[in-house]
């Protein structure tokens, strides 16, 4: 999603994904200077996220886990054998407002699974627009109403759902989400990328 504000996050990230970073950094024997950049991330950024003091964006531990030549499922990777693999509190949940601050997407999907599918919680105030550029070729965004009434317009082509309705449409041209009811609005996001397959 494009043209989106990070709100706070709380500071309630994975222990293990901070001292994975830290572990990863001194292997390759670089300095929070030198993974900073590397990666673009600011440097106070890496030293909260090792600390455990911050719930990065996945944006952001996609660049660090692209510096340290992993992948984000590598750095998520869970080691036992427990039954309930992760429990985030809502504080924990990372946050995005739209540029006009009457939309909000929680970020309710796990960061392991972010290049194949990614979960939104949406709520919108009545006339908010969350607009968005194009995601990866293949793209299909899969936005199911839970109460209220939304529109989703793509190049001048419009359709609108109202509660208990889903829609399904190309993610990866440049569309745009708005509530076009009197009331407050609530849905379920989840965009599919697209799997290449490799044979």
Known sequence: MARHR???????????LGKTIQRLRKAYNMSLGDLSETSGVAKSIISQ????????????????????????DEVLKSEDDTNFLEHQSRSAIPVLNSEDGLCTLRI?????LVDLMQLYDFTAKPGGVLESEPH????????SVLSGQLTVEIDGEAHTARTGETLRYRGDRPHKISNSGEDDAHATMA?????TVVE
């Open 6 to 16: 990070t709100a706070g996050t709380g500071k309630e990230g994975s222990p293990a």
């Open 191 to 195: 965009m599919v990328l697209r799997v």
């Open 136 to 143: 990866q070729p293949g793209t299909v965004e899969h936005l």
């Open 49 to 72: 996220i090792e600390r455990n003091e911050t719930n990065p964006t996945i944006a952001t531990v996609w660049r660090l886990t692209r510096a340290l030549d992993t992948s984000i």
């Open 108 to 112: 309710i999907g796990a960061l392991n």
